[in-house]
């Protein structure tokens, strides 16, 4: 019984070596000889202005969001033209409707001004 778990094992102690052993690395051979230019803080060659914990615009997580949504659309798209010829005129129906769903959505946040940016 446990000598099927074995092949577990080994990938488990392969993972956490190709993860630990070049931190490790790293770590022994890198320099680490720290001054003050190397710590201080950098934003464009002079200080910072600002807190670095400021809020940022909702309309930037949108737009994210967005962005991420259509792209995900493309990810969609790539495997299922690649079977387009397999699947025929079913296939086709449910792309369309599922694209027609997009455009519809697309065009509801245009008109909402979501990806408008003052």
Do not use: H
Request: negative net charge; glycine residues 10%.
């Amino acid at each position: 019984m446990l000598e099927n778990y074995l092949p577990i094992l080994i990938f488990v102690i392969i993972g956490l070596l190709l993860g630990v052993v070049p931190i490790i690395i790293g770590y022994l051979v890198g320099p680490t000889k720290p001054y003050g230019e190397k710590l201080s803080p950098y934003e464009c060659g002079f200080e910072a202005f600002e807190d670095s914990r400021m809020k940022f615009d909702v309309r930037f997580y949108l737009v994210a969001i967005l962005f991420i949504l259509f792209d995900l659309e493309i990810a969609f798209l790539f495997p299922w033209a690649l079977v387009l010829k397999d699947i025929g005129v079913f296939g086709f129906v449910a792309m369309a409707v599922f694209l027609g769903i997009l455009v519809i959505g697309f065009i509801y946040e245009w008109k909402k001004g979501a990806l408008e940016w003052e």
